[in-house]
């Protein structure tokens, strides 16, 4: 980890801020953290804190735009209550994709993990996909040579909405427009079946990877209280 870089992002207004995240997530060198942490104020409902997350893709996208010729979409949009543990792993995309989460406030406690496999992969002299092919932690002893690539969260704010961007890329590093994606995990350290831990959750990636026109599926994102449910996909 960067030894000057701040974890949480403490926001009023993700508009101000897009840019830091950017920076943090689409990163071409090892300089950045490859994910970025931004904490909004506690009075933020449900439905703002998904308007921010769709605000900041749009302003992501402009800068991605800006930097490689190509705008973001989305992949696939959805709510969920989630308490499971997870293993360190990357969510299932195209080569290039970034997670966008919006954590809505919870008692239950977790410890939030992120690993820079492709860090490790560029050290061991192999690509980011032989990585997680010889040594993908979900099913192998990779999550020990990932130790010293770890970084992990316990205290984040989790009585406040929060937003989560993730470099969920492996693309080959060389190649144009790829930038070094990162594996993500959490422990739930306090599971109570009386609480609920909402995920507000988006995929996005550059425009060629969209199969599917979302304005609507964005519409009834941003305006729906069901969760448990992929609206897009």
Request: charge should be negative.
């Amino acid at each position: 980890m960067p030894p000057t870089a701040s974890l949480l992002m403490e926001t009023k207004d993700v508009t101000q801020d897009a840019e830091a995240v950017f920076t943090r997530v689409f990163r071409t060198d090892f300089t950045q953290l490859g994910f970025a942490v931004m904490v909004l104020p506690a009075e933020t409902s449900s439905r703002e804190l998904r308007r921010h997350m769709t605000a900041l893709k749009e302003l992501l996208s402009q800068m991605h735009t800006a930097k490689w010729g190509e705008g973001l979409e989305y992949l696939s949009l959805g709510r969920f209550d989630q308490q499971n543990t997870t293993r360190l792993h990357l969510d299932g995309a195209p080569e290039r994709s970034f997670l966008m989460l919006g954590y809505e406030p919870t008692q239950v406690r977790s410890e939030f993990h992120i690993a820079d496999f492709t860090r490790c992969a560029h050290d061991l002299g192999i690509s980011p996909s032989e990585f997680l092919r010889l040594h993908n932690p979900m099913y192998s002893p990779g999550a020990e040579l990932l130790r010293q690539y770890l970084v992990s969260i316990s205290d984040w704010r989790e009585d406040r909405p929060r937003i989560v961007v993730i470099n969920n890329s492996m693309a080959a590093q060389g190649t144009f427009g790829a930038t070094h994606g990162v594996l993500h995990g959490a422990t739930i350290l306090s599971p109570d079946a009386q609480a609920s831990r909402v995920i507000n959750s988006t995929m996005i990636a550059p425009a060629r990877f969209a199969t599917c026109d979302p304005t609507m599926h964005v519409q009834q994102f941003l305006a729906t209280d069901e969760i448990s449910g992929q609206i897009l996909s």
